[in-house]
Structure formats: C-alpha cells, structure tokens
C-alpha cells in the first residue's frame, strides 16, 4: 500500500445521492449531479449513475470526455460557462451547458446547424455573486438577438449560481426574481421555458429551510452527495452520511520537541512569519503528506488527540502530546477533508484513491 491515501465510501455516496433525489423530489426539483469536486472520477460517476442521477455535470469538457471514454453512459451537462474556444466540443460532447455570452450562444447555434446536433443551454443571469450569468439590465436586448437561433440550440431554462465567487447566498427574494426572468423570457420569446436551475448545495439548505419559492425546478448539486456537507454556512444536513471518505496518512518520524522554534525567525514556506506559543516540550508527528498533496487547513484528525501544527509543501505536523494512543514512525493516521481538500487531493497524482 502506498500512502498518502483518498479513501472513497463509495456506498456513502450513493446513499447521499438516493436520499437527496427523494427530498428533493418531493419539492419537484430533479438534480444534477456534479461530478467536479472529485475530478469526475468514473468510479464516482459510476456510484452517482447507481443512485439514479440522470445528468451528470462538470465543469470540463475533458471530465465529461473522460466520463464517457470510461463507457459511462448518461446525459451530461457542462456547468462553466464555455470558452469560446471550446464552442465546437460543448456541442459535439455535452447536452447541456449553461451560457452567458451572448456571441457564445450565436456560435453554438450554426455550430448546431452544421453538425445537425441537439444541445440544449441554461441562460445564466448574475443575481449577485458576481461570477456568470447575464446582469439583468441586459436582458431585453438580448433577447432581440435570440429570435433566430437554430432550432437544434434549444433554450431549456435560466439559471442562477451562489455562494462561489461572493458568498451571495439564494433566497426567496432574489429565486423569486429569477422565476420572473423566467417568466419574461417565455413572453419575449414566446416559447416555454422548462427549467428554472436554482443553484448548488446551498440552494438545497434553501429548500430544507423552506426559503425555495415554488417553480424553482432543478439543483446542480456537488458537495452534499460527496461530502454531505455545506461550505455556504455550514448547514447541518442530518439527512446526508458525511463519513463519505478520508484521507490516510503515515507518519514518519515522532519525536518529543520543543513548541517555539529555536533561533532568528524568518518566513516559513508559505510566505507567512509563523507565531507559535510556547506550550513547553510536546510530543509531535511528521506526516508524508504536504501542500503539494492537498489544501491540508481542510484537514479535520479523525483520530482523537491529533492537533494539527503546521504544514509545508511535502511535511504535515502535528501533535501528538495529548493522543491517547501512542503512536510510532509508520503508524497512520486519519483525517476528513473538506470540499476544497477533496478537490485537491483528488487532482493530485500524489494521492492514491483507493474506492470501497
Ligand atoms: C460547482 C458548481 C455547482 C455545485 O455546487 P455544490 O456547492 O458543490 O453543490 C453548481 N453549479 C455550478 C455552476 C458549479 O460550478
């Protein structure tokens, strides 16, 4: 075996998702399922097909090729917004995308044309968070320009994102305003508008609060089926297992030492003068894994005295002194990651994945 490890339930997984596909039915919302926090590992968009997610999504085209390449067979949607120089792929590969570019959606409509290909796109508006989507004031105009697109290019709703870029959270207010976007499109367009896509997980903890107004229609959800968590504020879902996966560590030297470092102090590794306070000689651990590994401040010990010091680009630190176990050079240890630690362990070659 080699270490560091992402160890992967991937039974959890699939139970999260079984769990949030009923919930979120009984609010006449369909999920789907996002499949980027874990690099669209088919291993997980396998466990996410057995759960019954029908839409499988990614930010990139080249997971959403991997996924198929692995003989994964689904619909698949591309959640960020298209380069334009990728225009031709998004149509060739994926069957949904969500857009925000005005030239993008005239480009994809006779890219459509000339392959005689079906795709369908999710009209994205800001409502706050300041990453995609159209900024309403602009809407009507754009409009205008969307009369005469391809009748492959099927315009299948609006869309909204959240708690990404700003930390605007949804809620009533501003998913009510985005129903009525919805609503002045179909007007404008005169067309019907199916799918009013409300947002990710936080969205979710919108629903369970009961703050979703009704018509919002579809979540694009990530973190809750893999992690069973919510980075946005931290919601507990009771519902969801959060014992979905951890990272395996082995230490490799333990030593008693000082806790203040001895001599002029300079900056450490990442830039940052280090403050240390001086809690006399403690027992402490050296792990094989570092900052080049994963986001190790995502890190949370799962084994119980086990504090985390510091870390640099290939070296964790701990404390060991008040562990009720002891522990040697070779002995593991165990964390849980949160969303930005599994989306950097899964990146890295360094880390071994190991799915049971
Ligand atoms: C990543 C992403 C999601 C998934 O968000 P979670 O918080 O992981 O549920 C949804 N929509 C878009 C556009 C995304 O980029």
């Known amino acids: 075996m080699r270490y560091p490890i992402l160890k992967i339930y991937t039974e959890k997984i699939v139970e999260n998702g079984q769990i949030l596909i009923k919930e979120c039915a009984k609010n006449g919302i369909s999920l789907w399922a996002v499949t980027k926090g874990m690099s669209a590992h088919p291993e997980i968009a396998l466990a996410f097909k057995k759960a019954g997610f029908q839409i499988l ?54 890219t459509c044309d000339r392959l005689k290909k079906e795709h369908k796109i999710v009209f994205m508006i800001d409502m706050g968070d300041l990453r995609e989507g159209f900024w309403p004031t602009e809407l009507d105009r754009t409009y205008e320009k969307l009369k005469d697109i391809s009748p492959y290019l099927k315009i299948s709703g609006v869309g909204a994102n959240f708690a990404c870029a700003s930390g605007a959270l949804p809620g009533r207010e501003n998913l009510t305003r985005l129903l009525e976007y919805r609503k002045e499109m179909e007007y404008k367009l005169n067309r019907p508008i199916d799918l009013v896509s409300g947002g990710g997980t936080c969205s979710l903890v919108q629903m369970i609060k009961g703050n979703l107004p009704e018509g919002i229609n579809s979540l694009r959800l ?128 360094y880390v071994h994945k190991i799915f049971s």
Do not use: W
């Not at 085209?61 to 792929?89: C, F, H, Q, T, W």
């Open 57 to 110: 999504a990614d930010s990139r085209i080249s997971n959403i090729v991997k996924m198929k390449e692995a003989g994964i067979e689904s619909e698949y949607a591309l959640i960020r917004i298209p380069m334009p120089s990728e225009i031709e792929d998004t149509v060739r590969f994926c069957d949904y995308s969500l857009v925000s570019e005005l030239e993008s959606i005239l480009e994809m409509s006779s």
């Open 222 to 349: 990530g973190e809750s089926i893999l992690l069973g968590t919510d980075s946005s504020e931290k919601f507990t879902l009771t519902m969801l297992s959060q014992n979905t996966m951890e990272i395996v560590a082995e230490l490799c030297e333990v030593r008693v030492k000082p806790t203040l470092p001895i001599g002029e102090i300079g900056m450490d590794f990442s830039g940052n003068v280090p403050i240390f306070h001086d809690r006399g000689n403690r027992l402490r651990g050296v792990l094989a894994i570092g900052k080049q590994d994963i986001r190790i401040e995502g890190l949370v010990p799962l084994d119980e005295g086990v504090e985390v010091i510091t870390a640099s680009s290939d070296h964790l630190l701990v404390d060991l002194e008040d562990c009720p176990k002891k522990y040697y050079a070779g002995d593991k240890l165990r964390f849980r990651p949160d969303y930005p630690a599994m989306l950097s362990a899964s990146t890295s070659s």
